[in-house]
């Protein structure tokens, strides 16, 4: 393998991508236009510029005057994901199949990175694609890691229903227009992948 990450190496970039629930409180205190961790999206608090309609599906008021930091925060986190998605992938047996699933999740990771370099103000399509495909894509990842695995097979499995049934409930949102806490399933479902993580970089060293 030409690029090996140790256990070390491993275990800390998936607690510090976890560290992201932990900063992004700051970014959502220093917000100059109120801002409900329910029920707004991540991104506005990297969005560059003041007032409504900043883009196109934002009609609320959205002032974040440490964007710039926030935007950071995305690249960084998205980095340290993917450090933590290959990192276990180390520990299945390399095939086209294993690959296939290792490239599935990592579309989720770059979805960050990308998010992080292109503002929803700016462009809101290529700042969205990758994160809305990765949240797809990282179901079927999921799917062929736990039939792949031997320790954390049945963890995993949970945490594809649990992050199936967040999905779910933010397209019955999209399609029949029900009013749900869409902040807080954006973050549950990021947090459900940082946790999925965590805890099986732990079992895989036992």
């Known amino acids: 393998m030409i690029l090996y990450i140790s256990k070390k190496v491993g275990i800390l970039s ?28 991540m991104s506005d ?21 440490h964007h710039f930091w926030m935007n950071v925060l995305f690249i960084i986190n998205g980095l340290t994901l993917s450090i933590g998605i290959l990192y ?5 047996k390399k095939t086209r199949k294993s690959q ?8 989720l990771a770059l979805g960050n990175v990308v998010s992080g370099f292109i503002p929803a103000d700016i462009n809101l399509f290529w700042h969205s694609i990758f ?12 799917w062929i890691y736990a039939s792949s695995l031997t320790s954390g097979k049945y963890w995993t ?12 409930l933010i397209l019955i949102m999209l399609v029949f227009f029900v009013p749900m806490p869409t ?24």
């Open 14 to 41: 998936w607690f510090a991508t976890c560290l992201y629930f932990l900063v992004e409180p700051f970014f959502i205190l220093t917000s100059t236009a109120p801002y409900s961790f329910l029920h707004h999206a």
């Open 45 to 65: 608090l990297g969005v560059t510029s003041c007032g409504t309609y900043t883009y196109s599906i934002a009609p609320h008021d959205i002032c974040s005057p």
């Open 88 to 92: 276990i992938s180390q520990s299945l």
């Open 100 to 107: 296939l699933a290792t490239a599935f999740i990592l579309i």
């Open 131 to 142: 994160a809305q495909l990765g949240m797809i894509t990282v179901l079927a990842g999921l």
């Open 157 to 168: 499995y949970g945490c594809l229903v649990s992050l199936l049934v967040i999905l779910i």
């Open 183 to 206: 902040g807080l399933l954006q973050r549950l479902f990021y947090l459900v992948i940082f946790i999925w993580g965590t805890m099986l970089s732990f079992m895989l060293n036992k």
